[in-house]
């Protein structure tokens, strides 16, 4: 499987991340590369690198809608912990399915629906 090329931020756990990257997915890992960054230096690493943001952190649809900060595109997984098995299925799913529609979107992936939002500067006035 190919796909989008992602940055998966150091709360996306390494299981995850090995098995993307065992699917033919291109991950770069905050976690490998740079732990302990912030936020805005997460932002600036996937801009940099040209990749999607995987996050499972709500503070960056802040960064991203309010503060004006833009990465090539975000998905965040908003999973509960009790159904955490499921994430990496339903994961791949979702790349399958979307992998086109992912860049210049924040993308929330939950289990049961996928919602995609442009990014600020995509918006028409």
Not at 41 to 49: G, N, R, T
Not at 50 to 59: C, F, I, Q, S
Not at 78 to 100: A, C, I, K, M, Y
């Amino acid at each position: 499987m190919t796909g989008p090329r992602l940055l998966a931020d150091e709360n996306i756990a390494a299981s995850l991340v090995r098995a993307l990257r065992e699917n033919g997915i291109d991950v770069s890992y905050v976690a490998e590369l740079a732990s302990g960054i912030t936020d805005d230096e997460v932002l600036d690493l996937a801009k940099a690198e040209a990749r999607l943001l995987l996050t499972e952190n709500k503070d960056f649809g802040e960064l991203v809608f309010r503060m004006k900060r833009r990465p090539p595109g975000v998905l965040l997984l908003r999973v509960p912990l009790s159904q955490r098995s499921q994430t990496r299925e339903r994961l791949h799913t979702v790349l399958r399915l979307h992998g086109d529609k992912l860049a210049e979107h924040f993308t929330v992936v939950e289990l049961e629906r996928v919602r995609f939002r442009l990014l600020p500067d995509h918006h028409t006035q």
